[in-house]
């Protein structure tokens, strides 16, 4: 297969343990905590419920892992789109530093989590490199490794030779060298989820959709088309395929597809020439690219593109282009893997936490970074369902707030693409 005949099928499911058993529920149960979408941030948060005693019972419409946990990058990236300096800004010292503190961590949540429930999902501590194509990018960059070497973070700036030294391509101007970071098989970490969730105690259903969410009484009851479940607390873990079932909330997200390309296997003496340092990168261009190796070799691309399901083979197409671009050494390597799934984008660029009702947790929006984050968020939510105060989470609970003009958000985007993409080719001109 090459070209437009790759499947529309992720690589992670070319060599994966098998899902766990979790048949759609059937008649009505009771349980303390029901948990809506079983990706990264519903099963963390039923895991670390159900490791804490409570009952559990996880629904997903699907399967576990169908989401975008399933299917990403695996770049497993601690820290959020701000530095650290301008979230202690905006939310105050106190906040800032916890908010900073937390995602800063996040990866080593992940690691420890793997380790504890020894989920074999290829996890390693390769390092993520952030990548700027042109010197502006590499200013902020300058900055931002400066902030967290400042709070004691394993980070390192890198010079045009050093970046093309690590990552076997030209035409950095530099980047930041993050050794908190890592890469793991996407799906085999949220299989490995679902099972240690289920040995813990939780129970989990797939192919049930959850179609209606109502609260009576101080008890919350879900409904799916062969089932209902009456908990004491509900969390909605449904990120980018957040529907209507609480009002608002699809609209606080702009749900974008992210798409991925994978060759065959490279031979090995290409493989040693295409990121030899072993890392995984982002490329900060207004219209992210992000790449790595996988465990068997092959090389891998990604990228942002619309908002809607369609699969556009030009996206795909641009993507090999760039990769070819990026990595001559790969020769005609054929594309053996082309696929997508859906990113949450936040007006603030931050994950949102809420609680628009005693008993209901959500946890959303984490911006294309949600390996390490969402993990974390499912902690958290665990954490304020079994009572920790919102002082004491480590993360703002804030309002539901839908983004303004939320349904022109198809031409809207499309707009700001290529917008962005002019600006990216100027920038890469540098200045007049
Ligand atoms: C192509 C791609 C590449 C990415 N690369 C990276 C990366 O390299 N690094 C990184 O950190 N992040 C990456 N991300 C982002 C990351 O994958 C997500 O942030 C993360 O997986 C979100 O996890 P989640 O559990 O919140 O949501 P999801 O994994 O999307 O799970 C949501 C689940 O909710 C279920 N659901 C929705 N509605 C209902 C309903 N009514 N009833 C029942 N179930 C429902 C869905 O079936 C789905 O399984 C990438 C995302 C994509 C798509």
Not at 40 to 51: D, M, Q, R, V
Not at 311 to 331: H, K, N, S, T, V
């Amino acid at each position: 297969m090459s070209g437009s005949s790759a499947p529309l099928t992720s690589v992670w499911t070319v060599a994966v343990e098998p899902l766990p058993e979790t048949r759609p529920l059937e008649g009505n149960r009771r349980a303390d905590v029901v948990v809506i979408g079983a990706g990264y941030t519903g099963l963390s948060a039923a895991l670390h419920l159900a490791e804490r005693g409570a009952e559990v019972l996880v629904l997903d419409a699907a399967e576990p892992g169908w989401g975008a946990s399933g299917r990403n990058g695996g770049q497993i990236i601690p820290g959020l789109k701000h530095d650290p300096d301008e979230m202690e800004r905006r939310f105050g010292e106190e906040t800032g530093r916890r908010m900073w503190q937390t995602a800063g961590s996040a990866a080593d949540f992940v690691f420890e989590l793997i380790a504890r429930h020894k989920i074999s999902c290829h996890a390693e501590r390769c390092g993520w490199i952030a990548a700027a194509p042109h010197a502006s990018a590499l200013e902020s960059l300058r900055s931002r490794t400066e902030q967290w070497q400042q709070r004691g973070a394993p980070v390192e700036l890198l010079d045009a030779s050093r970046i093309a030294e690590l990552t076997g391509t030209t035409g950095y101007a530099g980047g930041m060298l993050d050794r908190r970071a890592g890469a793991l098989q996407p799906l085999a970490f949220v299989r490995g989820l679902a099972r240690a969730a289920q040995q813990a105690g939780a129970a989990i259903h797939g192919g049930s959709a959850v179609g209606r969410l109502a609260s009576t009484r101080g008890a919350w009851r879900v409904e799916t088309p062969a089932g209902s479940v009456t908990a004491t607390s509900v969390i909605l873990a449904t990120n980018a395929y957040t529907d209507d079932l609480w009002p608002g909330l699809r609209r606080t997200v702009l749900p974008v597809q992210s798409y991925q390309v994978a060759t065959r296997r490279l031979p090995g003496d290409v493989r040693r020439q295409v990121l030899p340092g072993g890392q995984v990168v982002s490329d900060l261009r207004r219209i992210l690219f992000y790449f790595r190796l996988d465990p068997e070799g092959r090389l891998l691309m990604g990228g942002r593109g619309p908002l809607d399901d369609r699969g556009d083979p030009a996206l795909f197409a641009r993507l090999e282009a760039m990769a070819r671009r990026f990595f001559p050494q790969i020769g005609t390597a054929p594309w053996e893997h082309r696929w997508s799934g859906r990113v949450a984008l936040t007006a603030d660029h931050l994950p949102h936490l809420h609680e628009p009702q005693p008993g209901l947790l959500i946890g959303l929006g984490y911006n294309g970074r949600g390996v390490a984050m969402a993990t974390v968020m499912g902690k958290l939510l665990a954490d304020r369902a079994l009572g920790t105060s919102h002082a004491e989470i480590g993360w703002p609970v804030t309002p539901i707030e839908p983004i303004p003009l939320h349904r022109w958000r198809l031409p809207a985007m499309a707009l700001v693409v290529h917008w962005k993409r002019f600006q990216d080719w100027l920038d890469a001109r540098g200045p007049a």
